[in-house]
């Protein structure tokens, strides 16, 4: 997991001066998170988005339902963090759908951006992901539920 919890005082300074170039973005502070489940993995998948590699994202339902947490909905800001809990970049939600696991097509699996961006690739990581790192206790299932997200960067200041 991340190395730490993400300082507030950070987070909010980073989220005024994103807002001061984009006042039109809600005053209260959007929750912040990193992808993956290590450090070195929110650093890689950050990397993605910021170069405009990784236009999606996908979370097992399961893991939502256990946590607790609402699913992403469309027009929703986040920030997102480096492996080091550093915030990094404010993305918004552009679209979700809910997919069996082996129904998740190739376009998305391209989308995601990761290894070769193919479909095959994106099956062999995101199962040895849940099966390892799910919250939920059924881990992964071949028509287990995928929150499929589609992503925008709205904002990724060099340094705040």
């Given amino acids: 997991m991340m190395t730490g919890s993400p300082d507030p005082a950070r987070l909010d300074a980073f989220w005024a001066a994103v807002r001061a170039d984009q006042p039109d973005l809600p005053v209260e502070r959007p929750e912040a998170w990193a992808f993956g489940a290590t450090p070195a993995q929110a650093d890689e998948l950050l990397a993605l988005v910021l170069e405009g590699t990784k236009t999606a994202t996908a979370s097992s339902l ?11 909905q469309v027009g929703e800001v986040a920030i997102v963090l480096d492996g080091s809990g550093r915030p ?23 989308a995601e951006g990761e290894g070769d961006r193919s479909l095959e690739y994106w099956r062999r990581v995101h199962e040895a992901f849940w099966r390892t790192h799910s919250e939920d206790p059924r881990g992964f299932a071949p028509d287990m539920p995928v929150v499929c997200e589609r992503i925008r960067v709205v904002a990724a200041p060099a340094t705040v």
Wanted: glycine share 6%; proline share 12%; charged share 20%.
């Fill in 62 to 72: 399961w893991d939502y339902e256990a946590a607790g947490d609402p699913l992403p």
């Fill in 88 to 110: 990094r970049a404010v993305l918004e939600t552009t679209d979700v759908q809910v997919v069996p696991f082996d129904q998740v097509g190739p376009a998305h699996a391209h």
